[in-house]
């Protein structure tokens, strides 16, 4: 069973920062992709970031490119999304996902980039106030 563990979420003001940290196991982490989607109450789910981890090449959101960077540990076997500049709109639960060679079912759209999720973890809460 694939196992992501994240963790990072949490309360900041706006204009804040935060970190994701999302651990797995090595096959998980190098099987092709890694990355984050997130999704509010009431609002449709949304492709945040993700990152090739064998090229370390990145695709970004729309909605978060400038402000947020997703990177990769390698070593740990660990993915990251550092978040700076929060607004309000940004808050919801941030999951952390993984592809698959063999295709995925949870479809995300990052700046025109389709991206096919095979699983995923049980989401952390991040909330930005005004």
């Known amino acids: 069973q694939v196992q992501l563990d994240e963790s990072g979420g949490g309360s900041v003001q706006a204009g804040g920062s935060l970190r994701l940290s999302c651990a797995t196991s090595q096959y998980t982490y190098s099987s092709a992709c890694m990355g984050w989607f997130r999704q509010a109450p009431g609002k449709e789910r949304e492709g945040v970031a993700v990152?090739?981890?064998?090229?370390?090449?990145?695709y970004y959101g729309d909605a978060v490119k400038g402000r947020f960077t997703i990177s990769g540990d390698n070593a740990k076997n660990t993915v990251y999304l550092q978040m700076n500049s929060l607004k309000p709109e940004d808050t919801a639960k941030y999951y952390c996902?993984?592809?698959?060679?063999?295709?995925?079912?949870?479809?995300?759209?990052?700046?025109?980039?389709?991206?096919?999720?095979?699983?995923w973890g049980q989401g952390t809460q991040v909330t930005v106030s005004s």
């Open positions: 990152i090739y981890t064998s090229s370390g090449t990145t």
């Open positions: 996902a993984a592809c698959s060679l063999s295709g995925g079912t949870l479809y995300v759209d990052l700046g025109g980039i389709p991206i096919d999720f095979a699983t």
